[in-house]
C-alpha cells in the first residue's frame, strides 16, 4: 500500500530562517515518483518538483532544495531565507507506476514578518 | 488554455438541490481528476479519467456523485441532492496521460470550486 506522511502539521518561523518540510513515503514498488505541490492561500496547488525514484541526485532551486533519501523513504523541502510569500500548505505526493497519485496530510509553514 | 480552469469558483446552495461543476482541462491532457478539500484538510480522490473513460471511479463517497467527460476535455462533477457535509472545495487537475509516471503524470491544478451546502 502506498502512504505519504508529514509529521508537521504546522510550522511558523521567521522571515530569513531556513525551515525544513518533512516528507516520508511508504511504497513496495522499485519504480515511483514523488512530488510537491504549495497551496498558497489563494488556494490553487502550484507544482515545486518531480523526482524519479531511480534518481536520488539533490536538487536545488533558488532558495529551494530537496533531499531524496531512498534508505529513509524520505523527500525533505527546505526553503532557505523564508520569506513571507512562501507561507503557504505544502503537499508532498507519491504516484507509483500505473498507479494514482496519494497526498501527504500537508503542512502548513507560516512565516512571519 | 494555459491552465486549468473550473467553474463556477464558488457554488452556494441549499440542501437537497443538484449541483454541477465543470473542469476544463489543459488543452491536450488526456488525463483528468477529481479531488476534494475539505477546510483545512488535505486532498481527498474522487475520480480519475483517461479520455473519455473512467477507470479508477474508487474516490466517489456515494452514489449522489457522478461525473462525465465529454470529447476527451471538458468534465462535469455533479452532486445530486446536496448535503452539508458536502460543502467543500472541489479540484479538477490534468495531466499529459499514463505513462505510469514522471513527466507525462504531472498533474496541473485548476482554482478550485468552493462549495457550501446550507
Known amino acids: 500500500a502506498q502512504k505519504v506522511t508529514q509529521a508537521q502539521t504546522e510550522i511558523s518561523v521567521v522571515e530569513k530562517e531556513d525551515v525544513t518540510l518533512d516528507c516520508v513515503y511508504e511504497?513496495?514498488?522499485?519504480?515511483?515518483?514523488l512530488f510537491w505541490y504549495k497551496q498558497p492561500p489563494s488556494g490553487e496547488l502550484v507544482f515545486l518538483i518531480r523526482?524519479?525514484?531511480?534518481?536520488?541526485q539533490n536538487e536545488i532551486s533558488g532558495r529551494y532544495s530537496w533531499n531524496f533519501q531512498k534508505s529513509t523513504s524520505s523527500f525533505n523541502f527546505t526553503i532557505t531565507a523564508s520569506q513571507v510569500v512562501d507561507s503557504a500548505v505544502y503537499f508532498c505526493?507519491?504516484?507509483?507506476?500505473?498507479?494514482?497519485?496519494?497526498f501527504g496530510p500537508g503542512t502548513r509553514l507560516s512565516v512571519l514578518p | 488554455g494555459a491552465g486549468v480552469s473550473q467553474s463556477p469558483s464558488n457554488k452556494v446552495t441549499e440542501k437537497g438541490k443538484d449541483v454541477e461543476l465543470r473542469c476544463d482541462p489543459i488543452?491536450?491532457?488526456?488525463?483528468l481528476y477529481w479531488y476534494r478539500q475539505s477546510l483545512g484538510q488535505g486532498l481527498e480522490f474522487l475520480i480519475y479519467f483517461q479520455g473519455n473513460s473512467a477507470p479508477d471511479k474508487s474516490g466517489l463517497p456515494s452514489d449522489r456523485f457522478s461525473a462525465e467527460r465529454t470529447g476527451g476535455s471538458v468534465s462535469t462533477l455533479t452532486i445530486q441532492r446536496t448535503q452539508q457535509e458536502d460543502s467543500a472545495v472541489y479540484l479538477c487537475a490534468s495531466s499529459w496521460g499514463p505513462s505510469g509516471g514522471g513527466i507525462t503524470d504531472t498533474q496541473y491544478f485548476g482554482p478550485g470550486t468552493r462549495l457550501t451546502v446550507l
Open positions: 488543452s491536450g491532457h488526456t488525463a
Open positions: 523526482r524519479n525514484s531511480f534518481d536520488e
Open positions: 511504497t513496495r514498488d522499485t519504480t515511483y515518483y
Open positions: 505526493a507519491l504516484k507509483n507506476y500505473g498507479q494514482n497519485f496519494v
